[in-house]
Structures are given as C-alpha cells and as structure tokens.
C-alpha cells in the first residue's frame, strides 16, 4: 500500500508534529527533543527541509519498483480517509472470513 498524500498534506502533517513537539518540549528517541524553530534555517538536515526536498521520492521509487516486478499489485491511496475506507471494506472483510479479526 502507498500512501501517496499531497506535499502541502505532508508539510502540514511535519509542521504541525514538529511544532507541538517542540513546544512542549516532548522527549523523542534517545532523550532528544525537537531543536529551536530556527534551526529550519540553519541545519541542512531539518525534517521539515527533509520532508519538502524528499517528497518526490516515494513515486520515484514506487514506479521504480513496479518496473522490476510488475505483478506487485499497488493500492495508492491520496488521503488518510481513503486509508481508513481501504481498511475498514475488503481487508476487513477477508480479516473476518480467516477468523483474523
């Protein structure tokens, strides 16, 4: 399954976690916390830099995939909802029918 939101969804998704994060100063991985909002401007690596420069990736690599094996079947889905809809309809179905659910 892809989830392929748009680049506006994503950044609004990093924004707003990393903000919150950093405003409560929510400890992370290893003790780290969220590092000053400036650093969007400084650090190379900031995961709201990492996020936009990276974006195009995923197609890259999804079509790259399915060149090597086309008979993977790919679901690409532009919305958390349409995950949930996904989910909740023919996987949820076959879920109940192998006693899974």
């Known amino acids: 399954m892809w989830l392929d939101l748009s680049r506006w969804r994503v950044m609004n998704q990093v924004g707003?976690?990393?903000?919150r994060r950093r405003l409560?100063?929510?400890?992370?991985?290893?003790?780290?916390?969220?590092?000053?909002?400036?650093t969007l401007f400084?650090?190379?690596?900031?995961?709201l830099r990492w996020a936009?420069?990276?974006?195009?990736?995923?197609?890259e690599?999804?079509?790259?995939?399915?060149?090597?094996?086309?008979d993977l079947?790919?679901?690409?889905l532009p919305t958390r909802?349409?995950?949930?809809r996904w989910l909740a309809g023919p996987l949820q179905e076959a879920a109940v029918r192998c006693g899974a659910a």
């Open 16 to 19: 707003r976690r990393t903000l």
């Open 24 to 38: 409560s100063r929510q400890v992370l991985w290893n003790g780290t916390v969220e590092p000053p909002l400036w």
């Open 42 to 47: 400084t650090d190379r690596e900031h995961i």
């Open 52 to 59: 936009w420069s990276t974006h195009h990736k995923s197609a």
């Open 61 to 70: 690599r999804v079509a790259a995939l399915l060149e090597q094996r086309p």
């Open 73 to 76: 079947n790919v679901v690409r």
């Open 81 to 84: 909802r349409a995950v949930e």
